[in-house]
């Protein structure tokens, strides 16, 4: 797309986007903080990724209030509309990350760590969210270059981490039945688990925004006709 | 954006052809002297529906909205060609009685402009030229019914025999919807009728057609995008004398499939 005539709303409409981004970049920096965490159960990267949170909440607000103005004074049509109107839930989507991570650090800092017998597990556990943060990092980078064709296949692959999320379970609950004993050290884990899982959730939803962005159309309804074709065949 | 069948899709990939379709406009062209303002314009209006037109000024709005009562007939420059049928009936036949078709099509210009009469001649204007009512108590009836459904009878129904001119813009707007349905009519056109009012006569302008919607076909020219947001069920986009893209009013806000189209309604054309 060329520039608008009047241009300070391409300002507007950028910094509404470049606040997205940088939440972005604060939530894949908070996941690979929760991968350390995970790593060497660091309570003081915990308190670090808590208080870290509150950054990624205040820029969330930024962009709402940004958000707010831009759609008083330019009344936002056709991609215009479709990038604020994104940027709006894309924002919800990277604060619920945040306190997804701010989630399992509290966790860690309860101790949920401290008698962790099993290293597969948490072994799992970090492989899971370097998935999720990649899934993240994918769709974040088609966010700020205005393209889709990653995020769809993220978007596709997101049953991968779900059949990860679902191992790790099976995982957890043999090793509770081999060793009752160690139930207090693993059922937290099943928690963190279920965090990292959601923070995947968000990885698709932001896909499907920006490919809503791009596009003008909704990705569900693009799968939808995939699979019914595919079925006729 | 299409509707239909395959066979109603234009040149320029415009829709005709749908249950309540009311105008139906093939190929129009239309020239000033040997200046062409129109291009093979194909564009199909729905019944009881409000349809916007929008596009950069000079790119023939007002010329396409003229041709839909034949208003153009009065510019001696002006030469029209290709087909407007109008429930089935080519508008252009010679045998058509004009001052009958325009009876049936009422017109809103940009700015209001009431006859030099009082208020109450104003509306009564039109029934009495087609001879429609001859009796004083029904036109009595007509005038007030009108001016009702015009939403301005509260205000002004104290002063029917002052001139229409001494209303504010906003009522003469007003007044001027009221002289266009007094005739009845199935087709009422307007031509940006906004465009000089403040916004709260323009929320009971378009409070207005909201109402007329269920008994009137409604086309109106705006350079409000949100006032076409607001309005209409269908918006077409023209520019330079084409006809670019029409659809669902929805859609060409949300996600408009040309790219002119989106340059236009986002501000980035220039
Ligand atoms: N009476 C006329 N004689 C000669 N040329 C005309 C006449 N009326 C319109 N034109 C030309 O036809 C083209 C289309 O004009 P038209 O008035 O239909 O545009 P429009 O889309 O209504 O513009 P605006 O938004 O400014 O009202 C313009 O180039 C205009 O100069
Ligand atoms: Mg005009």
């Known amino acids: 797309m060329t520039e608008h005539i009047v241009s300070s709303y391409d300002d507007d409409l950028k910094e509404i986007s470049d606040g997205v981004i940088n939440m972005g970049d604060e939530v894949l920096g908070a996941l690979n903080n929760i991968e350390t965490l995970l790593k060497n159960n660091d309570h003081e990267l915990a308190k670090k990724i808590i208080k870290n949170d509150l950054i990624i909440n205040d820029l969330g607000q930024s962009v709402e209030n940004k958000v707010f ?14 990038i604020v109107f994104s940027a709006v839930k894309i924002s919800l989507y990277l604060e619920r990350c945040g306190d997804m ?5 509290n966790r860690v800092l ?6 962790a017998q099993s290293p597969e597990t948490i072994s799992l556990l970090v492989n899971m969210c370097s998935m999720v943060h990649s899934n993240l990092g994918i769709v974040m980078e088609d966010y700020s270059k205005k393209e889709c064709d990653n995020s769809v296949k993220v978007w596709k692959s997101d049953s991968e981490i779900d059949s990860l999320y679902s191992e790790i379970l099976m995982d957890i609950l043999n090793s509770i039945k081999t060793n009752p004993d160690a139930t207090d050290a693993l059922v937290p884990l099943l928690f963190i ?3 990292l899982e959601r923070v995947g959730d968000q990885a698709t939803n932001v896909a499907e925004e920006t490919y809503f962005v791009v596009t003008g159309e909704d990705l569900e309804g693009l799968e939808k006709t995939e699979v019914e074709n595919e079925t006729t065949f | 954006m299409v509707d239909g069948t395959e066979n109603d899709i234009k040149p320029n990939g415009n829709y005709s052809s749908d249950n309540n379709l009311l105008i139906d406009c093939k190929n129009v062209d239309v020239f000033y002297g040997d200046k062409q303002a129109l291009y093979n314009v194909s564009l199909g209006i729905n019944e009881k529906e409000v349809t916007s037109l929008i596009g950069p000024s000079g790119c ?12 153009n007939d009065v510019i001696d420059s002006c030469s029209i060609s290709g087909n407007i049928k109008i ?9 058509i009685d004009v001052v009958e078709l325009r009876s049936r099509i009422g017109m809103v210009f940009q700015k209001p402009n009431p006859f030099p009469k009082s208020v109450f001649d104003n509306v009564a204007y039109g029934p009495r030229l087609h001879g429609k009512i001859t009796d004083k108590d029904e036109m009595h009836h007509k005038v007030e ?3 009702v459904r015009a939403g301005l009878w509260d ?14 813009g906003g009522q003469q707007q007003r007044l001027c919807i009221a002289r266009a349905i007094a005739v009845d009519p199935e087709i009422i056109l307007m031509d940006e009728p906004c465009s000089a009012l403040d916004p709260i006569a323009t929320a009971k302008i378009e409070e207005l057609i909201d109402e007329l919607k269920t008994n009137y076909t409604i086309v109106i020219v705006t350079h409000s995008m949100q006032q076409a947001a607001r309005v209409s069920q269908r918006t077409a986009f023209f520019h330079l004398g084409n006809l670019i893209e029409v659809g669902d009013t929805e859609n060409i806000f949300r996600s408009p499939e040309n790219e002119q189209t989106e340059a236009y309604v986002t501000g980035r054309y220039g």
């Open chain 1, 69 to 82: 103005n831009i759609l008083a004074s330019r009344q936002p049509m056709a991609i215009d509309l479709r």
């Open chain 1, 101 to 105: 991570c701010k989630g399992i650090s």
């Open chain 1, 110 to 115: 309860k101790g949920d760590l401290n008698e």
């Open chain 1, 193 to 195: 688990a279920r965090y």
């Open chain 2, 60 to 71: 023939g709005k007002s010329t396409f909205l003229r041709c839909l009562n034949r208003m």
């Open chain 2, 87 to 95: 429930n089935g009936e080519d508008i252009y036949n010679p045998h």
């Open chain 2, 145 to 147: 019914a009108s001016l």
């Open chain 2, 155 to 168: 205000e002004i129904k104290d002063r029917l025999n002052e001139p229409g001119t001494s209303l504010s």
